[in-house]
């Protein structure tokens, strides 16, 4: 039955002519973003998503690539085609340990030269990771094993025992917010060409077999078609204080886009005497896509002339422009009181 509605599943000649087709849309929505006549776009795997930004977006002055979420294998496969890429939470939690080994050595920086080395070697440790904190952690028991005499009788982890160890952590960060990973600048155009040529990049089971991701774009491209969001308006009747008010509620069903978002708020600021609520569910592997990207504050955090061109609203784009702040998360509920805003996560 499956194979009726779904033809392509099973034919391996389709598939091949659909992921041709896909490859040149990919391209030319990549040198859209390239030209600046596209903000940013998606790719929308059934194992993860990624978000391409153009230069001047984000905070970022070239083009930058989140993948979310990803696994060991994905990043090593990566690294095995030459694309260098960040972990943004990884950096962030490098950065607070030397944070931490600074104020530790700032704190030491009185005492004598022997209480010096200590507190640099104690600094050493503080900027290793935690499986290299238990690794420390053995070496010292099995040293005080040795001082009892009786180390011969216990058995010291091997090599492949230590590697296993390190690599288990990489494992863990598998499938989780933590595992986004970010590429920049040309090395966006080596992801490119990973991507169309990943053979993983398409499912081979279930209801999206056979069939090449999903590629969303606030602009037209090659092969793309135009999609409706679905919006239902319900009028009701709600008690405030001892009387009833009519209140309107709008709802909108499907990918909504950042910068469609930023344009529904505008229009119902308007509408609305710049008073209105909204309440928003976000797709939540997604949702990590909020990380900062750069950790350069004295970038100039505007879109460009060019980017202009794009077909974006200006004040859409200025927003778009600015470095996100939200980490891990996203916006749940928005509320705008006399054009004020305010929102929670």
């Known amino acids: 039955m499956a194979g009726k509605n779904n033809p392509w599943s099973y034919d391996e000649g389709l598939q091949q002519i659909l992921m041709s087709e896909w490859s040149l849309s990919f391209t030319s929505l990549y040198n859209l973003l390239r030209a600046k006549l596209c903000p940013y776009f998606y790719v929308c795997t059934y194992q993860f998503t990624v978000l391409f930004r153009a230069a001047g977006l984000g905070g970022s002055d070239v083009i930058t690539a989140l993948i ?78 040795e001082e009892m005499g009786v180390q011969d009788k216990i058995k010291k982890p091997n090599n492949i025992s230590i590697q296993l160890n390190k690599e288990r952590h990489e494992v863990q960060l598998d499938h989780k917010p933590e595992s986004v990973v970010l590429v920049k600048g040309t090395n966006t155009f080596t992801l490119l060409n990973f991507l169309m040529n990943c053979k993983s990049l398409v499912a081979s089971a279930g209801p999206q077999a056979g069939l090449p991701p999903t590629l969303l774009s606030p ?55 710049g008073s209105f609520s909204a309440v928003c569910y976000s797709h939540e592997p997604t949702a990590v896509f909020n990380v900062g990207i750069s950790n350069d504050k004295n970038i100039k955090e505007s879109p ?40 929670k996560v």
């Open 68 to 145: 979310s979420p990803t696994t060991r294998g994905l990043r090593e496969a990566m690294k095995s085609e030459g694309i260098e890429f960040y972990m943004p939470f990884q950096e962030i939690r490098k950065g607070k340990s030397n944070a931490s080994s600074s104020h530790l050595e700032s704190g030491f920086a009185n005492d004598s030269e022997g209480t010096g080395k200590d507190a640099e070697n104690e600094e050493e440790q503080q900027l290793g990771c935690d499986n290299d904190e238990d690794d420390d952690d053995d070496d010292e028991g099995f040293l005080w094993l």
């Open 219 to 273: 602009v037209a491209f090659r092969g793309a078609t135009m999609q409706m969001l679905k919006a239902r308006s319900i009028s009701i009747k709600a008690q405030v204080n001892s009387h009833y008010k009519d209140a309107f509620s709008l709802e909108i069903v499907g990918p909504i886009m950042p910068h469609s978002l930023h344009s529904l708020c505008m229009l119902l600021q308007s509408a609305q005497n």
């Open 304 to 343: 460009g002339k060019d980017l202009c061109n794009c077909g974006i609203h200006p004040n859409t784009l200025s927003q778009l422009a600015l470095s996100p702040m939200l980490g891990k998360s996203s916006i749940r509920t928005l509320e705008v009181s006399d054009y004020t805003y305010t929102w």
